[in-house]
């Protein structure tokens, strides 16, 4: 593959909750030639995300939002997001509810990758139900966000086996590396 710094690219922000290996991965698929997205602004809710560093080592900017005044919130948001003309938004680990309002606004550009096949296992703590249910198989969702939780159109999906050996770290570590895969390939899906 080769690197871009064509300008054609989709302005993207990412927004994140934790440790960011899925904003890693979408700033490093963003600069082949071949992937039609690049990553200009990262989100978060919390200066604890571990996944901030990337902002310094990647030069991009980064916000962090306070999400406890939801209105004030959108707002604010809302303003970065026009600011750095930014027309696709991922969700990458981000441990917030957007608002039906900003939802709305962002109608059909905001993306998720979500740890389970879905419309199975919404939610949180997947991994474990999955086990717990004596599922053959797990994997990763990459899909739109509507106002209802863990449930807009499907874009990509990746099937992962569970083994007898597998507990819930093992398969969380599986289906990150999937995830690694699918979401840079879904948000090619959407634009080619
Ligand atoms: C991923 O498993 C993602 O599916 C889930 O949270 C995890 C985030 O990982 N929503 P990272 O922060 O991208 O490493």
């Known amino acids: ?12 922000a990412v927004f994140i ?26 989100i978060s809710n919390t200066n604890k995300a ?14 962090i939002i306070n999400y406890d005044k ?9 303003h970065f997001l026009n600011q750095k003309k930014i027309k696709l938004i991922c969700l990458a680990g981000f441990m917030k509810i957007l608002s039906n309002n900003f939802v709305k606004k962002f109608k059909g550009k905001i993306i998720n990758v979500h740890p389970s096949l879905l419309p199975k296992y919404k939610g949180l703590n997947t991994h474990i139900r999955a086990i717990k249910n004596g599922e053959k198989f797990a994997g990763c969702t ?4 509507t106002s209802k939780l863990d449930s807009g159109k499907i874009i ?3 099937k992962v086996k569970i083994s007898k050996k597998d507990n819930h770290f093992s398969l969380a570590k599986k289906i990150l590396k999937k995830e690694h895969l699918i979401y840079p390939a879904a948000i090619k899906k959407i634009y080619n």
């Open 17 to 42: 909750s934790g440790k960011g290996s899925n904003l890693k991965n979408l700033i490093k698929f963003s600069k082949f030639k071949n992937y039609p997205f690049s990553v200009d602004l990262i």
């Open 50 to 63: 571990k996944g901030l560093r990337y902002s310094k080592q990647y030069r991009i900017e980064k916000k």
């Open 156 to 158: 990509l999906q990746k």
């Open 142 to 145: 990459v899909h739109y966000i």
């Open 1 to 12: 593959m080769r690197k871009s710094i064509g300008p054609k690219k989709i302005k993207t």
């Open 70 to 78: 939801k209105i004030k919130t959108d707002k604010k948001i809302l």
